[in-house]
């Protein structure tokens, strides 16, 4: 399956329920429909300079509209959404994940989305992550004692870490 993490309005879900149906996958979508929880992590400025609002709130999104975008491309048939903040969703997720799209924003998040979705996916396969601008996802990506103790895999290779938005995290073979 096709897992995303963080959906906002659904514009990249969306998107990602292209893909999926292509590949004849089934599309599981994690958000707390409450937007960013507490966190301490506004007012960083990205590697491009900009500053970020990641304030409670932020990025509230209503299941509905979510819906509505993803239907215009997708079967909802096919498509799964769990309701929650990741730490409360994810530890029970146990299904075999193909690719783990993040945008999420914290790196508070970023942490729970890898602990929990990393094992499940496959060998070969990918997470991406959309915040791979933001100066602590990139110390959250770099931390081998992260990776080792809490995801239980050594760090993995990682594309574009720290150099663009989008960062692509491999999962070796075997």
């Known amino acids: 399956m096709i897992v995303k993490a963080g959906c906002y ?7 990602l329920s292209l893909l999926a149906r292509i590949a004849n996958r089934r599309l599981v979508a994690f958000d707390s429909l409450e937007g960013l929880p507490d966190n301490d992590e506004s007012d960083q400025r990205s590697i491009f300079g900009e500053v970020t609002d990641f304030s409670r ?3 509230c999104g209503a299941l509905e509209e979510v819906k509505a975008n993803i239907g215009r491309f997708r079967d909802l048939a096919q498509y799964t959404f769990v309701k929650g ?17 993040l945008d999420v924003d914290l790196a508070s998040s970023t942490k729970t989305c890898l602990k929990f979705l990393f094992p499940r996916l496959q060998p070969g396969a990918s997470h991406v992550s959309q915040d791979g601008h933001l100066p602590r996802v990139i ?18 290779p990682m594309e574009r870490r720290g150099s663009g938005k989008l960062v692509r995290i491999l999962k070796p073979d075997g």
């Open 85 to 101: 903040w990741f730490e409360d969703t994810m530890p029970g997720f146990a299904d075999r994940v193909a690719v783990a799209f």
């Open 139 to 156: 110390e959250v990506l770099n931390d081998g004692a992260f990776w080792r103790d809490d995801v239980g895999h050594p760090r993995p």
């Open 57 to 59: 709130g932020k990025y």
């Open 9 to 15: 309005k659904g514009g990249s879900t969306a998107k």
